[in-house]
């Protein structure tokens, strides 16, 4: 779902007038497609737990700055699509609650990867 919304938001950032393609524009792209990158990144790391909280922590933080840029976009005129600037903000939403409901899963509930708990070892050499 981020990277979806990233690849959105993207597209959308395309089609903003000239004076915020390096503005907000930039701002809102850096801002979507981070929170994919950040859960990802810390997947990556989920054997520790509090590594992984905090990219999870980050990702979050991401998707709730790209709500700003979006309300920020469409305050000022910038992003004139309603239907556009509603479906986004309500799927930034939903992404921020499923987000935010994974990291009290893994802040109450962390478990060490499959790989750790069947024999102890690491990725086969």
């Known amino acids: 779902m981020a990277h ?4 959105e938001a993207h597209k959308m950032s395309m089609h903003l007038p000239k004076h ?3 503005e907000q524009g930039s701002q809102i792209r850096r801002a ?5 990158a950040q859960i990802v ?4 790391l989920r054997k520790h737990k509090n590594e992984f909280l905090l990219y999870l922590n980050r990702a979050y933080a991401s998707a ?6 979006l309300e ?17 903000r309500a799927e930034y939403e939903q992404l921020c609650g499923k987000l935010f409901r994974f990291i009290q899963a893994v ?13 102890g070892s690491t990725y086969a050499a």
Do not use: F, W
Request: aromatic share 8%.
């Open 4 to 7: 979806r919304l990233a690849v």
């Open 20 to 22: 915020e393609m390096y």
């Open 32 to 36: 979507s497609k981070s929170v994919s």
């Open 41 to 44: 990144e810390g997947y990556c």
């Open 64 to 69: 709730e700055e790209t709500i700003e840029h």
């Open 72 to 88: 920020l976009l469409h305050e000022t005129k910038s992003l004139t699509d309603e239907n556009l600037y509603q479906q986004l």
């Open 107 to 119: 802040s109450e509930g962390h478990e060490l990867p499959r790989y750790l708990k069947e024999d």
